[in-house]
């Protein structure tokens, strides 16, 4: 809503993104973090627009029928998310819980509860499960959090290390300075497209972080260290 040239936007999902990014269909975007992680031999991190909480998101959701975590459970795991997984991830082994997870093409709550007996849900459909009363596990951002001291960053701005991208970022950065206008009208907007209360969507608005500071390079740089020690990917 605050981008200056909204017809030079494509609107699609962080996987999407990412695959026209190194194919060399698009320069630049908002990829997931590990995804960023993953190929930095071809991107380069603009500090500019990004995602990130400070503190119950309520969009980045653990949840069950009943259950609560114990050493054997299973999760069934949107593919729509690496980032989310990976503090997942991270929770689960510094609880010192057993699990496997099971990656799913669902993306809704009680569909991936049908698969297994926990599910990872974001976005939209974390907010939904969030108003349908399912057992809330963990707010996934909190705990990171609440472990690590360091605040979730889920989604950065990237950009092939061959592309100019001086205008979109320019947009980006004038983007970031009107958002805080645009955030009454997300709410009332979203709470009538997904059916949830306005109070939550409110809520939601009010703890997601789109700014580049200090602490989100903190946080890069830590999560990074994580994505090293799961995954092995080089930080």
């Known amino acids: 809503m605050a981008y200056p040239e909204p017809e030079e936007m494509l609107l699609a999902t962080p996987r999407e993104i990412i695959s026209l990014i190194t194919d060399g269909r698009l320069s630049c975007g908002m990829v997931s973090l590990v995804e ?3 190929h930095r031999d071809i991107l380069d991190l603009e500090k500019t627009a990004v995602i990130s909480s400070s503190g119950p998101v309520i969009s980045t ?6 259950s609560m ?3 054997g459970m299973n999760i069934a795991v949107t593919r729509h998310t690496r980032t989310t997984e990976m503090y997942l991830r991270y929770i689960l082994q510094c609880e010192g819980i057993e699990y496997e997870t099971r990656q799913s093409s669902s993306t809704e ?6 698969e297994a007996e926990f599910a990872l849900v974001i976005g939209d459909e974390a907010l939904k499960a969030f108003r349908d009363g399912f057992r809330i596990i963990w707010d996934i951002g909190y705990e990171f959090n609440r472990i690590s001291s360091h605040g ?20 980006l950065n004038t983007a970031l300075q009107n958002a805080h206008e645009f955030r009454e009208r997300c709410a009332t907007e979203s709470s009538r ?3 949830i209360p306005q109070a939550v969507l409110k809520r939601y608005y009010s703890l997601v972080r789109y700014e580049f500071t200090t602490e989100t390079s903190r946080s890069i740089e830590f999560a990074s260290s994580v994505a090293h020690e799961l995954y092995g ?3």
């Open 152 to 171: 979730p960053v889920f989604a950065v701005t990237v950009k092939r290390k061959d592309a100019d991208c001086t205008g979109e970022i320019s947009h």
């Open 109 to 114: 709550a009680r569909d991936l509860l049908n």
């Open 233 to 235: 990917i080089d930080p």
């Open 61 to 66: 959701l653990l949840v069950s029928r009943g």
């Open 36 to 38: 960023y992680f993953t």
């Open 69 to 71: 975590p114990h050493n």
């Open 193 to 195: 497209n997904l059916g």
